[in-house]
């Protein structure tokens, strides 16, 4: 295929010719280029001469397996992103493809829309939460919040909503008096 610069880069390396003709052409029905490997010399030779932003891997393969072709990928080029597939799926093998450099762990089939979810989500992971929220609610609306969830529980029960919260009837009643407190 010719080269494009347009166009971003999925190699697609399965022992299994059908599995991966299909997910060429799925790949280029959604605009990328992809190039398709049978095994793990031509996966090289194809990423050290075109550095694809997308590998796709299966993980038994005969020759070379899965495992040593993302350790190889991984020490051509640290940028692209690399998928484990297989049919074969377990947690071992899962964190072993991980720790040898995998981004993503799927199991077969997969099909390229899920893929490219995956794709997108290791190239963009979500923002990390900040540790302080912008704003919280005050103590004394937390608590007239949970004095009306524990009434609700009861029925509308005062005596026993009181019990519950382990406060007199009377004392209930005042807080109950009160306008809830804002925010």
Known sequence: MPASDDLSLALVVD???VFRTRLCRAFAQRNWEAEAAGDGDQALQIAKERSPDLVLVDLRMPGKGGLEIVEDLRAIDSSMAIIVLTGYGSIPTAISAMKKGADHYLSKPADADQILAVYDAVRNPPAAA???PETVPTLARVEWEHIQRIIADCDGNISQAARLLGIHRRSLQ?????YPPMR
């Not at 005042?174 to 009160?178: A, D, I, M, V, Y």
Request: aromatic content about 0%; cysteine-free; hydrophobic content about 10%.
């Open 15 to 17: 022992d299994d010719e």
């Open 174 to 178: 005042r807080k109950l008096g009160k």
């Open 130 to 132: 900040t540790g302080t």
